[in-house]
């Protein structure tokens, strides 16, 4: 009530707007809370934001930060390089294909799972087997693209000995290009499906359980819930996740390429981000490796752009 | 009365130190300590050791040459294995360097010289009588170091080039079982292979448990591409004429080359996995008698290979070095270039004439016995006639023999082979005079790109060997048909303006063939 009678009395005073001095001194305690996080960006986000300039000059080495500002202006110069040279397509489809597949693979399983496991009669097991699919989320990736190596190992690997067993020829699949982007996929999802279920299952268990007696009641097939209740029940969840996935697409995961590439899958494994790593870590070409991180950056924010857009549309919430 | 006294003093210590100067300088020997300034620091950027499981921040060696010459070092010491990757960003940013720079590589296109970040090092040769003795004694490593303005930014880290090189090794026992010598060609080589996988070499009972060759993918290059008259190490290579050549980029040879190894891949005798295959594998497969042949260091040869068999007893080699292959051309190795890493002066360094002293110390012939040897008592002795012995404790406990800083990869040591020789069992030493000196071929000279060059060297060089290396494995796994698509490759490296590199190339060569 004392709130509710002090806003009355402030607005009672028309014209008397407060400065930004009463209005930081109003909201300290929350300015404070909220500093840490605006350090963060300012200095991990939108700082390092002034490098980008590297893109269009010829960085002198050794010259830090004020280099930035005194080195040969060489203009578009390394964005023509890029788009001259022979490794500008693959690389861009290489990026673009690793998310899509991603996605396409990656998106319908936890979905298929969460529905699945609230669907089991046995809650026990239910719950194990919960368990056990999230665990992998929190293998590093170190250690998932270790045991990937080990077990596709063409010599000694559990996989290639299977094969063999049965007949077949062993395949290296860690250095034929055709296996790439399967393995990237499929053992992306293996770490990601339990974790990214949790919250389909949370979806699906705050449907309203006299949905599911009223449907009982009309004779409705568990196949026949499945479709006409949960489905358009969690549709609002699918759509908003699948919208903000798509906002990401272009976020190829970079330690997990550069862990299981080598040259021989460079053809299909090779991504922008790994190909800026090489080109400015590895062979001091700053200027080149940032006007192709800008490239990259560049089309991730059209893709957010649009995602947020598209969820708008859609949903009717939308981040700004 | 006492202020005059003291002058007077003082005027008589500084005037023998001026003589103490001037004698040292005669003697060409710097004059220790360094400095008598108490505390005096000087920091240097360098590499670890190459053991995982030592860390030289102590090393008592290192120590000592700190100690002889009245400084403290201050290390900033970075893993080997991550040199360039951790250094390079460091080094751009150019903030808080220390006073020494191991360098990352050896700056051929001047990347780091350009920028004005190292000091020039010719300007303070009256404070380096140790470095310009070296120079005046090896001028072919002065004219790789001369930058093209006329200074010298750097003080070399060198290795030995023509012995205890990358060679052809065989299970010496097997050669004896199928009753033949080393293979020197190609065919013949191809011959012991399929003879170790019809057979049961290691006599184990087991046919089929045998690894023909155990080739870490770096060395078939050195293992294989002479016999095809190519040098694939050097990537480029100048031939009789003075003609500077790619190798990747050789028409009828590199295909040639293609198809000898994709068929010895389709046949199983180049193993599927050839492409992961490390140091650690073989050494392991060493251990349990599996493997026919390997390409190696040299030096990995005795203490390494063969120890790992139980009956090997230091006296005769069970993994011995053969003569190269040779197919249509007469075969070769390929040698090295004798600087292996560079360390430089850091310009905005407020200590520079203490960290100038102190590199020119570690050049000295005192330090570089210091590396080799390490200290009289700790790790070797000296015997009644003078000759030295190392201790047996250097042999028996790595770990610690290398924690101590012999041969430490942070200085501007010297390798040579008498003291490399010193390391290794007679038969070693008369196995690398027998078989591998007298095949070794110098690869491309070490030479400095001008601005022009560097720029078109970077713009392309990185994309082209890329593109080969994947390339390579394509063609031999057979992801692509070397006689369908092979001419594309060719036309890709053209597109990816592999004459104009060659141009550049046979500029730098022409150089250094001028100045020889």
């Known amino acids: 009530m004392r709130n509710a009678s002090q806003t009355i009395v402030h607005s009672a005073e028309p014209g008397r707007k407060k400065t930004l001095g009463q209005l930081i001194s109003r909201d300290r305690h929350l300015m404070l809370m909220f500093l840490p996080v605006f350090l963060f960006y300012i200095v991990f986000c939108y700082l390092p934001m002034v490098g980008i300039v590297m893109g269009f000059e010829n960085f002198r080495m050794g010259s830090g930060f004020s280099g930035l500002f005194n080195s040969e202006w060489v203009g578009l110069k390394w964005f023509k390089q890029f788009f001259d040279s022979v490794f500008a397509w693959r690389l861009i489809r290489n990026t673009f294909l690793l998310s899509f597949y991603s996605l396409i693979f990656g998106f319908p399983i936890p979905i298929i799972f969460a529905i699945a496991i609230t669907q089991m009669r046995a809650r026990r097991f239910a719950k194990v087997a919960q368990v056990i699919t999230y665990l992998p989320y929190f293998i590093s990736t170190v250690v998932v693209v270790g045991m990937m190596t080990n077990f596709l190992s063409p010599s000694n690997g559990i996989v290639n000995q299977l094969i063999v067993k049965m007949g077949g020829k062993p395949i290296s699949f860690m250095s034929n290009p055709a296996w790439f982007r399967r393995l990237y996929v499929i053992s992306g999802s293996w770490q990601s499906f339990g974790f990214n279920s949790i919250i389909f299952v949370a979806a699906i268990m705050g449907i309203d359980p006299s949905l599911y007696e009223a449907m009982e009641v009309d004779g409705a097939s568990r196949w026949q819930q499945i479709v006409h209740l949960i489905l358009p029940m969690i549709s609002e969840t699918i759509i908003l996740l699948l919208i903000m996935t798509l906002g990401n697409l272009l976020n190829v995961g970079f330690e997990k390429v550069y862990l299981m590439y080598s040259p021989a899958v460079y053809e299909t494994g090779d991504v922008i981000s790994t190909y800026v790593y090489r080109q400015g870590i590895e062979n001091h070409n700053y200027g080149y490796a940032s006007a192709v991180g800008l490239f990259y950056s560049a089309v991730g924010f059209v893709f957010v752009m649009a995602s947020n857009y598209l969820s708008r549309r859609v949903t009717g919430s939308s981040l700004w | ?516």
């Open chain 2, 1 to 516: 009365m006492k202020n005059r006294i003291l002058s007077l003093v003082l005027a008589v210590v500084m005037l023998m130190s001026v003589g103490s100067i001037a004698l040292a300088d005669e003697l060409n020997l710097a004059q220790l300590p360094l400095t008598t300034e108490e505390g005096a620091t000087v920091s240097i950027l360098g590499m670890n050791s190459w053991y995982s499981t030592v860390d030289l921040t102590d090393a008592p060696l290192l120590k000592e040459l700190a100690d002889r010459a009245g400084v403290t070092i201050d290390w900033t010491l970075i893993d080997p294995t991550v040199y360039s990757d951790s250094v390079s960003p460091m080094l751009a940013s150019g903030k808080d360097l220390p006073d020494i720079l191991e360098m990352p590589d050896l700056d051929l296109n001047m990347d780091y010289i350009k920028s004005g970040m190292l000091e020039p090092l010719d300007t303070h040769f009256d404070l380096m009588p140790n470095y310009v003795a070296f120079l005046e004694k090896n001028p072919s490593i002065k004219g790789s170091l001369t930058a093209d303005d006329g200074h010298i930014y750097y003080v070399p880290q060198t290795v030995v080039t023509h012995s205890y090189q990358p060679v052809m090794m065989y299970n010496m026992p097997w050669l004896e079982k199928l009753g033949i010598e080393a293979p020197t060609t190609l065919d013949a080589f191809v011959e012991y292979l399929r003879a170790i996988k019809a057979n049961d070499m290691n006599g184990n009972g087991d046919p089929d448990d045998e690894i023909p060759m155990s080739i870490q993918s770096a060395f078939l290059p050195y293992m294989f591409g002479p016999a095809f008259g190519l040098d694939l190490v050097s990537g480029f290579y100048a031939d009789d004429e003075g003609v500077v050549h790619y190798a990747a980029y050789e028409k009828e040879a590199y295909k040639a080359y293609l198809t000898f190894l994709h068929g010895l891949y389709e046949e199983g005798l180049l193993e599927t996995e050839f492409t992961s295959l490390n140091r650690d594998q073989i050494t392991s497969r060493c251990a349990n008698d599996l493997t026919g042949v390997t390409f190696d260091f040299s030096w990995q040869m005795s203490n390494l290979y063969s120890a790992q068999y139980p009956n090997y007893d230091g006296t005769v080699g069970i993994i011995a070095g053969a003569a190269p292959l040779s197919g249509e051309h007469e075969g070769f190795y390929v040698a090295r270039n004798p600087i292996s890493g560079v360390f430089g002066i850091n310009a905005k360094s407020t200590n520079i004439e203490l960290a100038v002293k102190f590199l020119d110390y570690a050049m000295s012939e005192e330090a570089q016995d210091l590396y080799v040897w390490g200290l009289e008592g700790l790790t070797y002795e000296v015997d009644d006639t003078g000759a030295r012995h190392y201790l047996p404790r250097c042999t028996e406990d790595t770990i610690w023999y290398q924690g101590l800083g012999i041969n430490a990869p942070n200085m501007p040591s010297q390798q040579s082979t008498p003291a490399t020789d010193v390391l290794l069992p007679e038969w070693h030493v008369k196995n690398d005079r027998e078989f591998e000196v007298p095949f070794m071929r110098d690869p491309y000279p070490t030479v400095y790109s001008t601005p022009d060059e560097a720029a078109i060297t970077s713009m392309y060089l990185v994309d082209i060997q890329t593109y080969v290396d994947e390339r390579a494995v394509a063609f031999i796994c057979g992801y692509a048909d070397i006689e369908t698509e092979f001419d594309g490759y060719i036309a890709t490296l053209e597109a990816m303006q592999i004459e104009e590199l060659l141009k550049v190339r046979q500029a730098q060569y022409d150089r250094f063939a001028a100045a020889l």
